[in-house]
């Protein structure tokens, strides 16, 4: 598996803030022709808290971050504000649970393709920073268990 080690940009030079989050194991499914959503997933892990505000990728209109559910016998997904990673602990992206959903994509992602991202995370005294870091598109493996999403 490949380890993607996120190149860093900071958004202010007096921010000491490091590379305190890695992105490993990051995956988008491709998608059917017309489709107009995608669903990325991944592996956070962080040495320190820090929450994922937002994202965002050059191949889609915006990027939300969503969390899958499953209410009665049907599952829904929601979107939520931001997501609060603990330190030391890794945070699993995956089919089922919480995902970044690329709205509006320009093309569509055939299985091979590179995509390209962004994570904009805030540390707890509230710093800023962005994370860039690819995605492969791929179809999902035996391991990510596909539980059916339900596109808006
Ligand atoms: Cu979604």
Same mark, same amino acid.
């Given at each position: 598996?490949?380890?993607?080690? =996120?190149?860093?940009?900071?958004?202010?030079?007096?921010?000491? =803030?490091?590379?305190?989050?890695?992105?490993? /194991?990051?995956? &988008?499914? @491709?998608? =059917?022709?017309?489709?107009? &959503?995608?669903?990325?997933?991944?592996?956070?892990?962080?040495?320190?808290?820090?929450?994922?505000?937002?994202?965002?990728?050059?191949?889609?209109?915006? &990027?939300?971050?969503?969390?899958? /559910?499953?209410?009665? /016998?049907?599952?829904?997904?929601?979107?939520?504000?931001?997501?609060?990673?603990?330190?030391?602990?890794?945070?699993?992206?995956? @089919?089922?649970?919480?995902?970044?959903?690329?709205?509006?994509?320009?093309?569509?992602?055939?299985?091979?393709? &590179?995509?390209?991202?962004?994570?904009?995370?805030? $540390?707890?005294?509230?710093?800023?920073?962005?994370?860039?870091?690819?995605? $492969?598109?791929?179809?999902?493996? =035996?391991?990510?268990? $596909?539980?059916?999403?339900?596109?808006?």
């Amino acid at each position: 598996m490949k380890t993607i080690y =996120a190149a860093i940009t900071l958004l202010c030079m007096s921010c000491s =803030a490091q590379a305190a989050l890695k992105v490993t /194991n990051a995956w &988008v499914k @491709p998608t =059917a022709p017309g489709q107009s &959503v995608a669903a990325a997933y991944m592996t956070l892990t962080t040495s320190e808290d820090v929450k994922v505000i937002g994202a965002s990728s050059s191949i889609a209109r915006s &990027v939300e971050i969503h969390e899958m /559910n499953m209410s009665g /016998n049907v599952m829904k997904m929601r979107q939520l504000e931001e997501l609060a990673l603990k330190a030391g602990k890794s945070e699993m992206l995956a @089919p089922g649970g919480y995902h970044l959903m690329l709205q509006d994509i320009k093309h569509q992602i055939k299985a091979g393709e &590179v995509v390209p991202m962004v994570l904009v995370i805030q $540390d707890k005294i509230g710093n800023q920073y962005k994370i860039s870091f690819s995605v $492969d598109a791929k179809k999902s493996t =035996a391991k990510d268990v $596909d539980k059916g999403m339900h596109h808006h």
